[in-house]
Structures are given as C-alpha cells and as structure tokens.
C-alpha cells in the first residue's frame, strides 16, 4: 500500500504481520538452546532504547563510525557519486545519514524500518529539515530479498547500511544479505557500510554491559513487547541481561538469563525455564577488513575503498556492484 503524508514523503506500507512475530517467538522459544531474532527488538520503544544505547559513553560503535565519515565525508560522497537514489535498510532515526546529504545531494532517499511509527517520525524530521530532500519511506522486513518500491530509469542506486548491523547475521547469512542488498541496488549499484572491528574483548563487553543500564532494559524489552502484543506473560524482573564475547567466534552474544525455575506462557503455549536457562537474543560479529572484503566479494562487491579510525575500533566500507 502507498500512502502521501502532508510533508509530501511517499510511504511504502508492508509492515510485517503479527502473525510473523508470533510465529518466530514460538519457534524460537521451543527449539534449544531457545534464541529470538534480534530484529524484534525494533518497536517503537525499542528503537528509542536503542538510540539511548547510541548515547552512551560505553558504547564506542556510534560516535566513532561518525567521526570517520565526518572526517571523509568528501572522499566518501565521491565514491557514491551524484543524484544516487540513497536506500538505508534498517533506517532507524536517520541519524548518520544527516553527515551524507549536504556532501552528496542525493537525487532521492529511501530510508527502510520494520518499525512503522518510528520509520514515519524520522522520515518527517528530515522532510522538515532537508526540504530540497525527496524522501521515499518504505516499512519492510529489510532481512528478506527486496525490489526497491522506487527507482528511477538512469538513476543510480546506493545502499547505505551504518552501525555495524551487518555483524547481527551469522557470516553465512551476511553473505546472503549482502547477496540481497547486490540484487537490490543491481549493476553499477553500491553500498556504504560500517563494519566494527577486533579489538580488546573488555572493550567489546564493556560497550554492550553500559553503566546506566540501557542495554539491559533495551535487551529485556523484548520481554514487554512479547507481552503486550502475543498474549504473553513474562516476568521480565525474573530475567536479567547478559553481554559476552566468545573470541573463539569472534562475536559479542547477548542473552535474557532465567534467574529461577518459572513457567511462561506464550499465546495459550507453555515453556518451562531452568535456572541460569537463557535466551539468545543477539549476536553482533566483530571482522578484521581483509575477513569483511573477504565476505562481500563472496556476496558480488568489489571493495573500492575502507576508512577507519586512528585507534582502529571502526571501520567504513564502499563496495562497488
């Protein structure tokens, strides 16, 4: 369904069903050990816990990913050339993209979100502050194989993928997403990505385990959300969060710990929770460059050009279609 707002964004409306949702919570809390898909966590209040995480001074991912393309704005808008049609799957606030459009002009944006209200507020606040921007929102399921719902003849397409979200797959599938994201944009296409990297493991824990606790909370709001919309009745203070990294993987796990024996109910459907029993909500795989090239060439990009920090913690990538 398209819809026109009154700041003239055309929306593209394919919020994924209920009846997704529940269907993966159940599945996931019956097989073992029990895991839930971590693109649940995105409802409207998951979302803003996740830009208060973006906040914190733990969490180094953010402000350094944004330091870097500040720093190459220039460089960077060179390789994405001219009036592009910009596409941001897993759009979020929209925020990083703000250091791109003065630099690149884009011909149009199209942010991506699986959350609906959030993907519409974002999308008005930078309607109102980039009038000269045409903007195209699209609420999908941006993990699934995409055509986009607008592309201009002799327009060439870039997919702008920040944060490092591309380390929530587990390789293989990050292979077959960046497979998606090459069909998508297609021939001469390309894609901007950020890409965390290796480093000290407390470093890595630390930035998932912040101080003032909004991890924890944005973790355990998966919990409220099953509640409020499967019919569900967790006891979310009967859980605690837990963030670890296993350097054999090369990965920072998150988990909800049952903190007793209890039982949950789930649409009508049980599940009995040991002790120390866990959920497995997220992981987010950390690369050296030469590991992330290695993976995007599997997927059809030739690497053009990295940037990274002077301390080494981020990285940001052109890949060319």
């Not at 991912?61 to 897993?90: N, S």
């Not at 049980?270 to 029993?277: K, T």
């Amino acid at each position: 369904m398209t819809l026109h707002t009154a700041q003239g964004i055309r929306f593209y409306d394919h919020e994924p069903a209920t009846e997704d949702f529940l269907g993966a919570v159940l599945a996931g809390l019956r097989r073992r050990p029990r895991s839930i898909p971590p693109k649940f966590f995105y409802d409207a209040e998951g979302s803003r816990l996740f830009d208060r995480i973006c906040e914190t001074p733990e969490y180094y991912p953010t402000r350094t990913e944004m330091q870097i393309m500040r720093r190459h704005a220039a460089d960077i808008a060179r390789h994405l050339g001219d009036e592009c049609l910009l596409v941001e799957p897993g759009s979020g606030s929209s925020e990083k993209v703000r250091l791109l459009l003065e630099a690149l002009r884009p011909h149009a944006y199209l942010p991506m979100d699986i959350s609906r209200d959030h993907l519409l507020a974002a999308a008005k606040r930078l309607a109102d502050e980039y009038p000269w921007l045409e903007i195209h929102a699209a609420c999908v399921d941006f993990t699934h194989p995409l055509a986009l719902p607008y592309h201009p003849d002799g327009v060439r397409a870039v997919a702008f993928f920040p944060g490092s979200s591309i380390g929530n797959f587990e390789p293989g599938d990050a292979v077959r997403f960046l497979g998606n994201i090459r069909r998508m944009v297609g021939e001469g296409g390309g894609l901007l990505i950020g890409v965390d990297l290796k480093k000290d493991p407390v470093l890595l824990e630390s930035a998932y385990n912040d101080a003032a606790g909004v991890t924890a909370a944005f973790n355990l709001n998966l919990l409220h959300r099953i509640n409020r919309e499967l019919e569900a009745d967790f006891d979310a203070g009967a859980f605690r969060h837990e963030a670890r990294y296993d350097a054999d993987r090369g990965r920072v796990e998150m988990h909800l710990v049952s903190e007793c024996a209890q039982a949950v109910t789930v649409a009508g459907e049980r599940f009995d929770f040991a002790p120390g029993e866990s959920i497995h909500t997220e992981n987010s795989y950390k690369y050296r460059v030469e590991e992330f090239q290695a993976l995007a060439e599997q997927a059809g990009f030739r690497p053009e050009a990295v940037w990274t920090d002077a301390a080494g913690l981020f990285s940001v990538h052109y890949l060319a279609a």
